[in-house]
């Protein structure tokens, strides 16, 4: 393929396009940049396997370490498992692409991004987003894009496409708005508490400009003489298809309209609707046609009944306003909490319970040295004091599987939560913990994704974290069939299943803190967008207010189990002192009170044990190393050891001085055991600092006022 080269640009800022230069056994690549940032993107289709009934994608992100011009650590010097944010990156690309290929499509597709170039101001995901388009229609596989991504800042009153790192940081909002010609199709946000007209305008905002990067990937194909692919749906025998139709869509609609059925009741019911099919057909004669296309294709039954369910389903809503439960479409299932659930042991803890889905989070309270290192790939040095894990174990579904490692739903979960709380934690100044939160997902049928951004707060608050205000969340769904819509409030598992969308939407009562769309249908329009935003916010406001009759505001103190955290600053250039030649002299600290010590760049120490004596322990012994001396400073001291010529005196923790057998006394002393032992306490001054730094100590001259005042502060400091 002959290279070709585009640019278009955003507001001064280019977004550059190669196609023929990289990867040419690829099914289609592209080089897409921006700045110093530069992703290559690949899309790869094989033939399909047998037995096959799912579209088999698989989307993988990396991001090369010589791309920020680094080399690896560890042994063997080389790229190892992925990161989170890698992960999160994978899922952004995937969400709005998996749509896009027709439902009959079972061949094997795999799209690979590796970013290659790497520099401080343009994030290279949402490159990787619209790269995947790219190299999905130059791979001539059947797509219905093109796609694109674009991240809108919020900086003042002025969205901007494409914000820097820093921009977006130093901003309002974190938006990633993706779109096909047919409308918006995937939304990823984070927020400072905007109201929900902002967050809509962003959205349109950034959608005019994925127009203009749809329209680049028409031009480009064009000038590559390719087309987009449609190819038709194989041809299926309809045989057994109508065989299950006409014996389960009577029984399934009946079924579905049993408003008083549980979940359990329902899906039992269901099941032994199919199982009687099943035997039905296992009845027929062998050479039966109905019996040979089952036992041809051993999934077409599950398959089709999910597709009379599904429309069931759909024509009640549609029809009848009416859910598969019986409530309203603006409806929420009964809300409780609980706060406290947990031994104190547990720093906090709250249980959220939303119809059958049930959230049991967790808050526990660390010191500074247990944030989360990043080893992000441009900034080394960042970490994070909030961490917030997600858990999804398979009984709370009612199945069994082996336990493993979180996948990708689960982190991405887990980050769509942190996010929605992120802006109302208390800053690092106020309250110096770190801050971590695990959901376990005890009971799922949909949303405990915001189940757990309720049921976190819940664990917050009881934990005694100053949070600024507290987030409720609640999941939003469509019905859409031709020009009937209906908006979905608090979809419950069979909605979601059996939906068109599925939009979490997480918040205060000033506004919106996170937000995630994602799509089943190839777009959406604005105006529905708009209204199933709106509405959220009376769920999240009726769920919020469920909340606060559980537990008002946060908790005035904190568990007696949470570590007991003192702060103070130090001179940066005493850090050393401080941590010793090898750590030894913060061991020693650490060692003899029993406290945990953090030292930052700039002085910052933050001193922690449970038992809060043993923290103000280690800060005297800190603030003594630190202190600066005075000619003529008075303090109280204890004989450390005695020489010919003097006795040594410590008079601050870990600050010693001697004073001169000339200074014990006003009158000759003949030999210093005869005025101090080893252990006596005595009243010291500060008579020289030499330019060794040696601290020479004297008994003489010291007014009865200046010895009270340092008995005073000794008996503070014990």
Not at 64 to 71: H, K, V
Not at 104 to 119: C, E, G, Y
Not at 439 to 465: F, H, I, Q
Not at 678 to 691: L, P
Request: net charge negative; charged share 25%.
């Amino acid at each position: 393929m002959a290279e070709v080269d585009k640019s278009i640009s955003f507001d001064g800022r280019d977004i550059r396009l190669k196609v023929g230069l990289l990867a040419p056994q690829a099914g289609g690549s592209v080089l897409i940049e921006s700045g110093d940032t530069s992703v290559l993107v690949t899309a790869t289709r094989s033939q399909g396997r047998e037995g096959i009934d799912f579209l088999p994608l698989t989307v993988d992100y990396e991001e090369r370490l010589y791309a920020a011009g680094r080399i690896p650590g560890g042994i063997m010097r080389r790229e190892g498992r992925p990161p989170e944010k890698t992960i999160l990156t994978s899922r952004l690309i995937d969400r709005p692409m998996r749509p896009l290929f027709p439902s009959w499509l079972r061949d094997d597709l795999q799209i690979v991004a590796f970013t290659l170039s790497m520099d401080e101001l343009v994030p290279p995901d949402v490159l990787a987003v619209t790269g995947a388009s790219i190299a999905t229609l130059i791979a001539q596989i059947p797509f219905n894009g093109p796609m694109a991504a674009v991240r809108v800042g919020l900086v003042g009153d002025d969205f901007i496409i494409n914000p820097t790192y820093a921009e977006t940081e130093n901003g309002d909002l974190d938006l990633v708005v993706a779109g096909s010609p047919h409308g918006v199709i995937m939304v990823e946000a984070g927020a400072n508490q905007l109201p929900e007209q902002d967050i809509i305008e962003a959205i349109d905002f950034g959608y005019e400009a994925v127009r203009d990067l749809i329209q680049a990937q028409l031009d480009l194909v064009a000038e590559l003489g390719l087309q987009i692919v449609q190819e038709a749906p194989p041809e299926v025998d309809q045989t057994l298809n109508n065989y299950i139709r006409d014996r389960a869509s009577h029984e399934i609609k009946k079924i579905l309209s049993q408003f008083e059925f549980s979940k359990t009741e329902r899906d039992t019911a269901l099941d032994a609707v199919k199982d009687e099919i099943a035997n039905a057909i296992a009845e027929l004669p062998e050479e039966d046609e109905v019996r040979v296309a089952a036992t041809t294709n051993s999934k077409a039954l599950g398959n089709t009944f999910k597709d009379i369910t599904k429309h069931f389903m759909r024509r009640q809503i549609i029809e009848d306003n009416v859910r598969v439960d019986g409530r309203k479409l603006d409806e929420v299932r009964p809300v409780s909490c609980q706060v406290g659930v947990l031994p104190k042991r547990v720093h906090g803890s709250g249980l959220f319970n939303r119809g059958l889905t049930q959230v049991l989070s967790t808050c526990t309270l660390g010191t500074p040295g247990d944030a989360q290192n990043l080893n992000d790939d441009l900034q080394i040095d960042q970490s994070k004091r909030y961490l917030h894990h997600y858990n999804f174990p398979p009984f709370s579904v009612g199945e069994t599987k082996p336990l493993r490692f979180p996948g990708r739903r689960e982190i991405g979960h887990g980050a769509l939560a942190e996010r929605a709380l992120l802006p109302v934690l208390p800053p690092k100044e106020q309250f110096p913990y770190v801050i971590r939160v695990v959901s376990e997902v005890l009971s799922s049928n949909g949303s405990t994704s915001m189940g757990s951004v309720c049921g976190s707060t819940l664990s917050l608050m009881d934990a005694g974290v100053p949070i600024l205000k507290p987030v409720s969340g609640a999941a939003m769904g469509l019905i859409k069939e031709g020009d009937e819509v209906r908006v979905l409030t608090d979809i419950q598992g069979i909605e979601d299943f059996l939906g068109d969308m599925d939009f979490k939407v997480a918040g205060t009562d000033s506004g919106i803190t996170a937000l995630q769309m994602d799509m089943k249908i190839p777009g959406l329009s604005l105006d529905i967008i708009a209204q199933a935003v709106h509405q959220a916010k009376s769920a999240r406001l009726h769920i919020l207010e469920k909340m606060l009759q559980t537990i008002e505001e946060p908790r005035p103190e904190t568990s007696p189990y949470a570590p007991r955290l003192l702060t103070i600053k130090i001179d940066s250039d005493m850090i050393g002192l401080v941590i010793g030649p090898g750590g030894k002299t913060i061991k020693g600290i650490t060692e003899e009170t029993g406290a945990k010590i953090d030292i930052e760049d700039d002085g910052t120490v933050t001193i922690s044990a449970v038992d809060e004596s043993k923290a103000k322990k280690a800060r005297n012994i800190i603030q003594g190393m630190t202190r600066k001396l005075h000619e003529g400073d008075v303090y109280v001291g204890r004989v450390t050891r005695i020489i010919p010529i003097g006795a040594f005196v410590e008079f601050l923790p870990g600050k010693e001085g001697m004073i001169h057998i000339s200074q014990l006394a006003d009158y000759r002393v003949g030999k210093v055991e005869d005025e101090v032992a080893v252990g006596d306490e005595v009243i010291v001054k500060v008579r020289e600092i030499d330019n060794k730094g040696r601290i020479n100590l004297t008994r003489l001259g010291i007014h009865p006022d200046q010895a009270t005042a340092a008995r005073e502060a000794a008996a503070v400091n014990r």
